[in-house]
């Protein structure tokens, strides 16, 4: 069985600050993937990046950066100079064999002007 | 704006009643994926087809049933609905074949039952 964890139900922060998101994930997997989606106060979901389990080099993307460590099993997601903007519910997800998404409970990132 | 489309994005029933939601994959987007968020579950697998074959089921009702037709849309239906039934119903489509098979999500149908 596959889980993901994400222990910060909710983060706030104040426009400008760095902010991490925790996610934690469990699987038997020896391939799979994680993913990173954007769920803003409209609903949609949103895809931020996708990663293979063979891909632990970090990622960044403008504000986005991402660290993924198996060895801890963690998939950690950073913005960096926080945004009103970036304001939204974030879900870290994976993909296992089964082709299945499995999602963490989401963290509510409010970041206050 | 992901390329997946869903109808309706909104939808009011009673208890008891069936309802039918649409989704139309990304061109080309073989694999559609139906998806139910709720308050109590969170985000919640429910079932999978791929080229109009079901391939993967997770966590769905047997009152709920979905279909992929062979001009690739996909239809989800809740039967004997229930005020628990009350969610956001995303669907997302794949390319498997492809070197990406992220899963890119509609807007979502939010469903109430009074």
């Known amino acids: 069985a596959q889980k993901v964890t994400q222990a910060q139900t909710e983060i706030s922060v104040v426009e400008k600050e760095d902010v991490t998101l925790d996610c934690v994930y469990e699987?038997?997997?020896?391939?799979?993937?994680l993913f990173w989606y954007k769920q803003p106060p409209s609903g949609e979901l949103v895809f931020l990046i996708r990663?293979?389990?063979?891909?632990?080099q970090n990622e960044i993307s403008g504000r986005y950066s991402w660290n993924f460590q198996k060895s801890t099993s963690s998939f950690n997601f950073t913005i960096t100079a926080s945004q009103v903007v970036d304001s939204a519910v974030y879900f870290c997800a994976l993909e296992g064999s089964a082709r299945q998404l499995t999602f963490g409970s989401g963290t509510q990132l409010t970041v206050l002007p | 704006d992901s390329g997946v489309t869903q109808t309706p994005k909104h939808l009011i029933t009673a208890t008891g009643q069936r309802v039918t939601l649409r989704c139309s994959p990304r061109?080309?987007?073989?694999?559609v994926y139906w998806y139910q968020q709720s308050l109590d579950q969170g985000l919640q697998f429910l079932i999978q087809y791929y080229n109009g074959e079901e391939r993967a089921k997770g966590n769905i009702l047997e009152r709920f049933s979905a279909q992929q037709f062979p001009d690739l849309h996909s239809e989800l239906n809740l039967s004997s609905l229930e005020l628990g039934d009350s969610a956001l119903y995303f669907c997302?489509?794949?390319?498997?074949?492809?070197?990406?098979?992220?899963?890119?999500f509609g807007p979502g149908t939010r469903l109430l039952v009074l």
């Open positions: 699987t038997r997997d020896t391939t799979y993937y």
């Open positions: 061109s080309g987007d073989l694999s």
């Open positions: 997302a489509s794949s390319d498997p074949s492809g070197p990406e098979e992220t899963q890119y």
């Open positions: 990663r293979n389990s063979f891909d632990e």
